[in-house]
């Protein structure tokens, strides 16, 4: 392969410690919703697909006095090995790990 893509993100979720690497490799199918939107979903008819990661670090988010809404954030590094729709997206999401911010798969 020429050219080799490596993202940074930042997720929510329980987490692996620092250093872990980790492979997600589970089929992705893209469904059309309405006329300009679409969803990718991990299904047993989708696409052969594979994410490589690492987790770089981590944080407790702490919301509310009592401690009660506290979440754990951590920031990875990101390999997709195949270039599905919204590969990185969809699989992160599908192991408890959704990007930071994203509404459709967090």
């Not at 594979?50 to 407790?60: P, Q, R």
Request: with cysteine; charged share 15%; aromatic share 6%.
């Amino acid at each position: 392969r020429l050219v080799s893509k490596e993202y940074l993100c930042v997720c929510l979720g329980e987490l692996p410690s620092v250093g872990t690497l980790g492979r997600i490799s589970s089929p992705l199918l893209t469904v059309a919703v309405g006329d300009e939107s679409s969803y990718t979903k991990v299904s047993l008819k989708g696409r052969t697909a594979a994410t490589s990661y690492e987790v770089l670090a981590w944080h407790i988010i702490i919301n509310g006095a009592e401690h009660e809404n506290s979440n754990s954030a951590a920031l990875l590094r990101v390999w997709p090995l195949t270039g599905r729709t919204h590969q990185i997206r969809a699989h992160l999401a599908s192991i408890g790990l959704p990007l930071v911010g994203d509404t459709k798969y967090g």
